[in-house]
């Protein structure tokens, strides 16, 4: 266990020097940093409760998704009867969470029946493999046929529309610029967004707020608004009002032209006219030719750009657009123009999120738990310190530079991986100073097993590192088993922990049974000695 060749212990030696020099970027100003080569930037990021910021508790809005499941389904309803011919009266109504059709004539149920229960498909994943499905469809009587959504089938959606929303609400943040946000899933229908750095929320709430459900339709000339506000509507059109103030009243038809699906990019800019900042937009295939095809037909007329059910701009086609590109305009600043253009980029959000709890840290309260985490540490290992000294003389100090190196590896690996440090990581850190010593101590506690034995000394040394090994490896890999189960179950400050630990423990492995026996058998083979200075 003593005898390195050259090449493995320069290895070694040259291992640990690279994964510490990967700590360096963190001793240097962000801004000097950014002038190095981008191989040379990686450093840690500190988290929310260390350099402040942003936490916000977001809450999908559940009866909205019910709401557009059941619109969805009665569509559906619709289409299915009117395609297969089959009369009813009535229309299809929606009622206590479910929806309803009259079929005309006593004959036509079971066919409807038959053909409505097509719409039901196979809930996904284990569920259904259990003969579940998301929609059931029965006879009600009296020619009716009811649709409802079983309560599996909600719960399913509503896993979807979280993770969809987590999508949507990732590429936002990461539009404002922000480095290392947590946004992670909260309960059934909760997301957690904590943002470090962004000391004030407003903006974001404002992105995240926003559904950025974009539609472009036609403007319904048929009817003055006037004449819509008192009941006058056409059942094919809707009333809208603008955005901007004052609240301007729109009729405007529910067909939607192009939606916001079929956008690929949107940037704010300046109209080269008037120099008022606008954003510019582009369809993909599917929407330039219908939006050529729109603008084709309605050569004249008014249309409507609809987000979130506000119309933003009411332009009138002048020409075709037939080049799949456009802008629009509707007295922006240019910080709207570039939120509009942000949500646009992202998506739209399948339901509205409501902001449930709001909390931002200072970077004072911050700089306190920095403050408090360092002072931590460092009694910590100067405690650790004295102890190896005191009860190993010669062999703790092996240790303790086995020790400091091990925490330097742990640095540099975490800036190589670019995480986020939180005080608990701190903490982890602390935590494998402990680990790595207690490996030290179990070899140095065999190593004197093995001179009470009689064992001489580079043969007791030698059979220390050999029989500590299967019982550090074995302590070692269930703490790491448990990191790892605290990395899968645990939510922000919990993976920090883990990470951290995870990675202290791998270091911990390669620090005590290669340095520290790359520098015992370097000492070893120097001083040849007698015995042993334990």
Request: hydrophobic content about 45%; some cysteine; overall charge positive.
């Given at each position: 266990?003593?005898?390195?060749?050259?090449?493995?212990?320069?290895?070694?030696?040259?291992?640990?020097?690279?994964?510490?020099?990967?700590?360096?970027?963190?001793?240097?100003?962000?801004?000097?940093?950014?002038?190095?080569?981008?191989?040379?930037?990686?450093?840690?990021?500190?988290?929310?409760?260390?350099q402040g910021g942003s936490y916000l508790l977001l809450e999908v809005?559940?009866?909205?998704?019910?709401?557009?499941?059941?619109?969805?389904?009665?569509?559906?309803?619709?289409?299915?009867?009117?395609?297969?011919?089959?009369?009813?009266?009535?229309?299809?109504?929606?009622?206590?969470?479910?929806?309803?059709?009259?079929?005309?004539?006593?004959?036509?149920?079971?066919?409807?029946?038959?053909?409505?229960?097509?719409?039901?498909?196979?809930?996904?994943?284990?569920?259904?493999?259990?003969?579940?499905?998301?929609?059931d469809v029965t006879d009600a009587t009296g020619g009716v046929i009811?649709?409802?959504?079983?309560?599996?089938?909600?719960?399913?959606?509503?896993?979807?529309?979280?993770?969809?929303?987590?999508?949507?609400?990732?590429?936002?943040?990461?539009?404002?610029?922000?480095?290392?946000?947590?946004?992670?899933?909260?309960?059934?229908?909760?997301?957690?967004?904590?943002?470090?750095?962004?000391?004030?929320?407003?903006?974001?709430?404002?992105?995240?707020?926003?559904?950025?459900?974009?539609?472009?339709?036609?403007?319904?000339?048929?009817?003055?608004?006037?004449?819509?506000?008192?009941?006058?509507?056409?059942?094919?059109?809707?009333?809208?009002?603008?955005?901007?103030?004052?609240?301007?009243?729109?009729?405007?038809?529910?067909?939607?032209?192009?939606?916001?699906?079929?956008?690929?990019?949107?940037?704010?800019?300046?109209?080269?006219?008037?120099?008022?900042?606008?954003?510019?937009?582009?369809?993909?295939?599917?929407?330039?030719?219908?939006?050529?095809?729109?603008?084709q037909e309605n050569v004249g007329l008014p249309f409507a750009i609809?987000?979130?059910?506000?119309?933003?701009?009411?332009?009138?086609?002048?020409?075709?657009?037939?080049?799949?590109?456009?802008?629009?305009?509707?007295?922006?600043?240019?910080?709207?123009?570039?939120?509009?253009?942000?949500?646009?980029?992202?998506?739209?959000?399948?339901?509205?999120?409501?902001?449930?709890?709001?909390?931002?840290?200072?970077?004072?309260?911050?700089?306190?738990?920095?403050?408090?985490?360092?002072?931590?540490?460092?009694?910590?290992?100067?405690?650790?310190?004295?102890?190896?000294?005191?009860?190993?003389?010669?062999?703790?100090?092996?240790?303790?530079?086995?020790?400091?190196?091990?925490?330097?590896?742990?640095?540099?690996?975490?800036?190589?991986?670019?995480?986020?440090?939180?005080?608990?990581?701190?903490?982890?850190?602390?935590?494998?100073?402990?680990?790595?010593?207690?490996?030290?101590?179990?070899?140095?506690?065999?190593?004197?097993?093995?001179?009470?034995?009689?064992?001489?000394?580079?043969?007791?040394?030698?059979?220390?590192?050999?029989?500590?090994?299967?019982?550090?490896?074995?302590?070692?890999?269930?703490?790491?088993?448990?990191?790892?189960?605290?990395?899968?179950?645990?939510?922000?400050?919990?993976?920090?922990?883990?990470?951290?630990?995870?990675?202290?423990?791998?270091?911990?492995?390669?620090?005590?049974?290669?340095?520290?026996?790359?520098?015992?058998?370097?000492?070893?083979?120097?001083?040849?000695?007698?015995?042993?200075?334990?």
């Amino acid at each position: 266990m003593l005898y390195f060749t050259r090449w493995k212990a320069l290895g070694i030696i040259l291992t640990a020097l690279i994964v510490c020099l990967c700590a360096v970027p963190n001793f240097f100003p962000e801004a000097q940093v950014k002038t190095w080569p981008g191989w040379a930037q990686r450093r840690l990021v500190l988290g929310l409760d260390l350099q402040g910021g942003s936490y916000l508790l977001l809450e999908v809005d559940g009866a909205y998704v019910k709401k557009e499941r059941l619109d969805q389904v009665r569509d559906d309803v619709r289409r299915t009867l009117r395609d297969a011919k089959i009369g009813f009266t009535g229309g299809v109504t929606v009622r206590n969470d479910a929806a309803e059709v009259r079929i005309t004539k006593e004959s036509d149920v079971q066919p409807a029946l038959a053909k409505l229960r097509e719409l039901s498909q196979p809930l996904g994943g284990l569920m259904g493999s259990s003969g579940q499905r998301d929609l059931d469809v029965t006879d009600a009587t009296g020619g009716v046929i009811r649709l409802s959504i079983p309560q599996a089938a909600m719960l399913d959606r509503m896993r979807k529309t979280i993770e969809q929303s987590i999508q949507i609400v990732e590429r936002r943040v990461n539009e404002l610029g922000t480095v290392e946000p947590v946004i992670q899933r909260q309960g059934n229908d909760r997301i957690l967004v904590q943002v470090p750095g962004l000391q004030d929320p407003t903006r974001l709430k404002e992105l995240l707020g926003k559904t950025a459900k974009m539609e472009f339709r036609m403007v319904d000339t048929s009817v003055p608004p006037d004449q819509a506000q008192q009941g006058r509507l056409p059942p094919e059109s809707e009333l809208l009002m603008s955005a901007s103030p004052p609240p301007t009243p729109y009729v405007v038809k529910k067909q939607v032209l192009v939606a916001g699906g079929d956008l690929t990019d949107a940037q704010a800019s300046f109209d080269q006219r008037t120099s008022e900042p606008v954003v510019s937009f582009k369809f993909n295939t599917s929407g330039a030719r219908k939006f050529s095809q729109a603008t084709q037909e309605n050569v004249g007329l008014p249309f409507a750009i609809v987000l979130d059910n506000k119309v933003i701009s009411a332009p009138v086609i002048r020409e075709p657009i037939t080049g799949g590109q456009g802008q629009i305009s509707g007295s922006f600043t240019v910080q709207s123009a570039n939120d509009l253009a942000i949500l646009l980029r992202a998506g739209a959000l399948p339901a509205p999120l409501t902001v449930v709890e709001e909390r931002t840290v200072g970077p004072g309260l911050g700089q306190d738990s920095i403050e408090k985490g360092e002072l931590a540490a460092y009694v910590g290992s100067i405690l650790v310190i004295i102890f190896m000294l005191l009860t190993y003389r010669l062999f703790g100090v092996f240790a303790n530079i086995a020790v400091a190196i091990n925490v330097a590896m742990i640095f540099g690996l975490l800036s190589l991986l670019n995480a986020t440090l939180t005080l608990p990581g701190i903490a982890g850190i602390v935590l494998t100073v402990g680990i790595a010593v207690d490996s030290n101590v179990l070899i140095y506690e065999r190593i004197r097993e093995e001179l009470r034995g009689g064992r001489n000394a580079i043969s007791a040394i030698d059979a220390g590192f050999k029989r500590a090994l299967a019982t550090i490896l074995d302590s070692n890999i269930t703490t790491f088993i448990a990191a790892a189960v605290l990395f899968y179950i645990g939510t922000g400050p919990v993976r920090g922990f883990a990470v951290t630990l995870g990675i202290g423990i791998i270091t911990t492995v390669f620090t005590a049974f290669t340095l520290t026996r790359l520098i015992v058998a370097g000492w070893v083979r120097w001083k040849r000695p007698q015995s042993v200075p334990i």
